[in-house]
């Protein structure tokens, strides 16, 4: 994987997570996905283990679709720009930065393998500030009190991130599958 592949999965992931913010608070839900999407897809062009890496993102998509239905439903935040389903549960642009979060893990955040309490205090820290920006530009709305949904929402992350760098280094994407260099000329 190159040096340069780690910079534009880093920019990649920050530009998922604008579109699907941005596009939920202009009214285009389908934005954000859509370019989750094609981020996705030169990704998984870029590895050699593709049905792996897909079941991980599809994983991930399905945690985090659970997840933060889960602290919406408790109340944490909601998101009212939700035109498909109760504003209680995640909207697909939501659950779109899930496996783009994902996609990040066995390339950008390779270096934090291994580094447990690295990845909680990421986690733990990033996680909320991403929904509290989500929470400035409009694209969901934070429970009352704030402290306590930051802490939920810290927890929560501090847990995911570890979990997910964990569900990640389970099998490496940028080698061959097994068996496939026995079946290569």
Known sequence: MSKTYLVVNALGYYACWFA???????????????????????????VSDRPREGLFLAACAGG???????????GMYRFHLNDVAPEWMSPLWMVALWPAFGATMNASMRFMRGKLALLAVFGGVGGPLAYFAGWRLGAVEIGEPLWMAMAALAVAWAVATPLLMWGATRHDPWRAPEGAAAAAP
């Open 64 to 74: 985090g679709f659970v997840l933060d239905t889960a602290l919406a439903a408790a």
């Open 20 to 46: 699907c913010i941005l596009g939920a608070v202009a009214g285009l839900w389908f934005a954000g996905p859509l370019v989750v999407a094609a981020f996705i897809a030169v990704h998984l062009s870029k």
